[in-house]
């Protein structure tokens, strides 16, 4: 079940700094010391008689919080900043593509590939029309020897770009943002 409901209270400020200072200790959010300060209440009620609560487990709901070396965070700064993402949700794709061995595609990287996959489509569907008129013995008035060679090369120059772009994205993901020369 989701933690989606809100408790709220108001305290003095020496009680705010004692849980701040607490939550620091233990290198926790001071949410998440409150919360851990209610589930003992609640345990020790439950113990006493009162109605017993049961621990949920919310799997997309669970955080992680991660200190890093100021230098790691000015580099994950200019790498979200490249991919045009959130830096938790950078983190999140990155964790899970080490740790299901994906490779992570940012959206729009994603939507130029299926354009282009889309784009070879269209010219090889058009391709095996005219292959298929002409091994019929019609007379064909596409395109001649020279626009042929001139598709294939296309073709080759769109898979060669292809292939950089995504090795580019797969080294963007180790050592920064994209490489824009592809």
Known sequence: MAADAFIQCRVTPEIKALVRTLARRDQITESTLIKQLLEVVLRSSAAAGLSRLEPQKALRDMRLYVRLDPNDRLLLNERVAARGMPAATY???????????????????LLALKSAVAELGAIGRNLNQIARAINQGQRVA?????????????????????????????KSWDQGHAETAH
């Not at 983190?91 to 729009?108: D, E, F, G, I, T």
């Not at 596409?142 to 994205?169: F, I, S, T």
């Open 91 to 109: 983190v999140a794709v990155l964790v899970r593509s080490h740790l299901r061995n994906l490779a992570p595609l940012p959206k729009q990287e």
């Open 142 to 170: 596409g395109p001649g020897r020279d626009e042929l060679r001139a598709m294939l090369q296309v073709g080759g120059a769109l898979r060669d770009h292809v292939k950089a772009l995504l090795a580019a994205n797969a």
